[in-house]
């Protein structure tokens, strides 16, 4: 029972559910390019469950087949975030994802974490990031370029967020020259 006056609080997010039009498709793409375990599934139904982390939480994406809608300017999710424990994670992924030719929407420094944007083989957007561990007013978006070394990433970070920590800063050439607009 919950004490009166006592808020009760989110403490992470559990999971997220996709309708999809191609399941197959979807969970070749969440596994072998995101790297998520499949820990059920029920072909019958059409519904796959996946986690990064299956010994912690049963899954944290479920892919379900029947969408309905097969328009790709349909805004059905705002977006899925794959938190990663190092810059060279994000790195890493950065690799594989152009390696499989996948479209980034951004690749940007938020001054609190590191984030490349991109869509899933159905449109849905996705985002894997790591948190910088520095402070920083939002929004927060500026161009980074993943290419670099990390230390030297890091460094342009740290300056940035020297700069403009306190404030927030955003880089409206970051929105319009990476496929993505302010109203989106």
């Known amino acids: 029972m919950v004490e009166p006056g ?58 379900c087949g029947g ?46 974490a590191v984030g490349v944007y991109f869509r899933d083989p159905e449109g849905n957007r996705l985002e894997v990031y790591w948190a910088t561990g520095l402070r920083a007013r939002q929004p927060y978006l500026e161009r980074v370029d993943l290419t670099r070394s990390p230390e030297a990433i890091m460094h342009d970070i740290i300056e940035s967020v020297r700069l403009h920590g306190a404030t927030g800063f955003v880089d409206r050439s970051a929105l319009e020259k990476q496929d993505i607009g302010a109203s989106r």
């Open 6 to 63: 006592v808020d009760p609080s989110i403490a992470r997010l559990g999971h997220v559910g996709i309708h999809c039009t191609d399941l197959a498709k979807q969970k070749t793409f969440y596994r072998d390019v995101l790297g998520l375990q499949v820990t059920d599934e029920d072909p019958n139904l059409g519904m796959v469950f996946m986690s990064a982390r299956p010994e912690e939480e049963h899954h944290e994406i479920l892919l």
């Open 67 to 112: 969408r309905n809608v097969d328009d790709r300017d349909a805004m059905l999710l705002q977006q899925v975030s794959f938190r990663c424990d190092s810059l060279e994670d994000v790195v890493g992924f950065y690799n594989r994802l152009k390696e499989h030719a996948v479209q980034f929407d951004m690749v940007v420094s938020h001054g609190n």
